[in-house]
């Protein structure tokens, strides 16, 4: 891969997935926030209650799946800029990268949410959209940077 390919696919993949990253890193504020709110909810009772345990599980689940998720993205970056690193898809992978997946459909901003945004919106687009496009193309080029390799290893 030459240098003008190189410094097209970090654009791609800072387009796509910088403003989730900078979101993730906001999550090291929230999440304990987050998981203090559902701790103190989990005591008290009502409808507006069981409602606002659902928005803290969710943004819980979410910060939780894109987390794992980081680990898998990393190594493929790692596979598609250096030649002599192999990426294999090992199972626990490709649960991580799953769970992120699935954070990035059912999460607060996902096309899937529960809060029903409009599925072209700014946010939707932004932070569920532009990461799984990345994600997939990430995956498609960590899976083709070593075509021999990855048959002789057994993936």
Same mark, same amino acid.
């Given at each position: ?14 387009? +796509? ?41 969710? &943004?819980? +689940? ?7 998720? &980081? ?85």
């Amino acid at each position: 891969m030459n240098k003008a390919i190189k410094t097209l696919f970090l654009l791609e993949l800072i387009i +796509c997935l910088g403003p989730t990253f900078i979101f993730l890193v906001a999550g090291f504020i929230l999440l304990p926030h987050q998981i203090f709110l559902l701790t103190f909810i989990l005591f008290k009772r009502g409808e507006l209650v069981e409602e606002a345990m659902g928005d803290s599980l969710l &943004v819980i +689940c979410y910060f939780v799946g894109m987390y794992l998720a &980081v680990y898998p993205i990393i190594k493929m970056t790692i596979s598609v800029f250096y030649e002599n690193k192999i990426y294999e898809n090992n199972l626990y992978r490709i649960l991580f990268l799953l769970a992120g997946i699935v954070a990035l459909v059912f999460g607060p901003y996902g096309v899937l949410s529960p809060h029903q945004l409009p599925i072209f919106s700014v946010s939707t687009i932004i932070f569920s959209m532009l990461p799984l496009i990345g994600l997939i193309h990430l995956w498609f080029l960590a899976n083709r940077a070593h075509p021999q390799e990855s048959r002789e290893s057994g993936a």
